[in-house]
């Protein structure tokens, strides 16, 4: 595909599951980055990944959140033992670059839910 | 705190008619400036950026921006806006020692006929 794909588009889950969110970057782009964005709020950092290292994650809320890019192209977020104000839509981006002045190219999102 | 601020939630404007949106920043050093479009189910997509130079920069689909240091704003303006042009707007900053940008929280813009 062309641009940065995220599955499931929409996941609801009950308070205390375990879920697990995917990005697919643009082919050959070296930085991948999650941000969360809050109802009526801008995204906000969560990771960074460069190549298979993750070079930030200062963003995380708590421990409960977990990213991996083992192979240095998809990533999972993963968020241990849902609560309810880890809904949110989780964004991944991934970049050409390695400095901030490289075009960020945002996915869709995953839209999560906890009931 | 370091922030940056997009002062109106949401604008609603009549299709031509001229639009503006606010962002301002407060950080010690000129950052990076981008401005974000979001539409319905959609990605964020850059609209423009200014790194140095020429404080007025032109963008995709007809939006510019310019940067004012003296007020610490990089204001979005477009001359005549269309029904396509409803969407959510994001400002964004970075610095050249990082990597990650700082988003504002947005303006709803909503296209009247």
């Known amino acids: 595909g062309a641009g940065v794909s995220q599955s499931p588009r929409y996941k609801v889950a009950k308070r205390g599951q375990d879920v697990a969110l995917r990005c697919d970057p643009i082919s050959g782009h070296v930085s991948l980055f999650w941000y969360q964005q809050a109802l009526g709020q801008g995204p906000e950092f969560l990771t960074y990944?460069?190549?298979?290292?993750?070079?930030?994650k200062s963003g995380l809320p708590s421990d409960r959140f977990f990213a991996e890019r083992p192979e240095g192209s998809v990533s999972t977020l993963k968020i241990q033992r849902t609560q309810q104000e880890d809904s949110a839509v989780y964004l991944c981006?991934?970049?050409?670059?390695?400095?901030?002045?490289?075009?960020?190219?945002f996915g869709p999102g995953t839209r999560l839910t906890v009931l | 705190a370091q922030s940056v601020t997009q002062p109106d939630i949401h604008i609603t404007v009549s299709e031509g008619a001229s639009l503006e949106l606010r962002c301002n920043y407060s950080?010690?050093?000129?950052?990076?400036l981008f401005w974000y479009v979001q539409s319905p189910g959609q990605g964020l997509q850059l609209l423009l950026k200014?790194?140095?130079?020429?404080?007025l920069v032109q963008g995709i689909k007809g939006f510019e921006a310019e940067f004012k240091r003296s007020q610490s704003s990089f204001n979005l303006r477009k001359p005549s806006v269309h029904w396509s042009d409803a969407a959510e707007y994001f400002c964004?900053?970075?610095?050249?020692?990082?990597?990650?940008?700082?988003f504002g929280a947005g303006t709803t813009v909503t296209v009247r006929a």
């Open positions: 981006a991934s970049s050409p670059g390695l400095a901030v002045y490289n075009e960020q190219f």
């Open positions: 950080y010690g050093a000129t950052p990076y």
């Open positions: 964004a900053v970075g610095f050249s020692n990082d990597y990650k940008l700082s």
């Open positions: 990944f460069q190549n298979e290292a993750q070079l930030d």
């Open positions: 200014y790194f140095s130079g020429d404080t």
